[in-house]
């Protein structure tokens, strides 16, 4: 009997424990948010409606999941957009090509080379931008943005150590082994080198990709965390059961 309580507690605790995927770290005195995930997780972007029109905001990726009895679990910023939120490089969503990818060098962040793709297929994967154009990797979904943060171990070559550039920036970063990816955001404003030394030695992740900076946030079901912002682009965030 005592057997059979515990393991109807475990069913009900391990989905919380699965679904709890962000927690705040310090690295140099710095605080971060992170939500770590794994390639057997549900994982996507999201930027097109089924109205043709961008989601824009979590709410409306919410609404769309509804129909599945699924939610987000957490979700952030994906890429930078036009003023129309139609991505600036290539997005792939669910398998279709929304916006192509753009290899020129250009004003910006975006255009700070290298920059690179966020993958996901049968692994993860954060890929050079020309790299990615070459060879092509399947992928279900993904997101063009700059500048890499980390680049097979190193930093950005453009990074300065006494920039002066400070804004509450978000990323992600992928393991050697394409198994976990691990999306971050600045609790505070941070330079680039700043936040790259967080994906590169404090989480010990070889490639890393910005996103954005200043727009940034974060939604956090599980840790009631709702950032507010005006309407956004391209979004990445996990799928779990609604409820």
Known sequence: MRLSILGVLLTLLLPSIAEAACRDIDFDGLPYTICEVGIADDIRLFQQAADGRPYGSFDRVNAALAAEGKQLGFAMNAGMYHADRAPVGLMIEDGVERA???????????????????CIGERF??????????APPACRF????????????????RFLVDSTSLYIRNGVGVSADGRTATFAISNRRVTFHQFGRMFRDGLKLPDALYFDGSISR???AGRNRFDWGGPMGPMVGSVIPKG
């Open 218 to 220: 974060l939604y956090d």
């Open 142 to 157: 993904a997101s063009q943005s700059g500048p890499m943060l980390v680049i097979d171990g190193a930093l950005h070559p």
């Open 125 to 134: 994967a954060v890929i050079e931008s020309r790299a990615f154009a070459a």
């Open 100 to 118: 192509p990818i753009v290899t020129a060098e250009g004003p910006g962040n975006f255009g700070l080379l290298p920059n690179g793709v966020f």
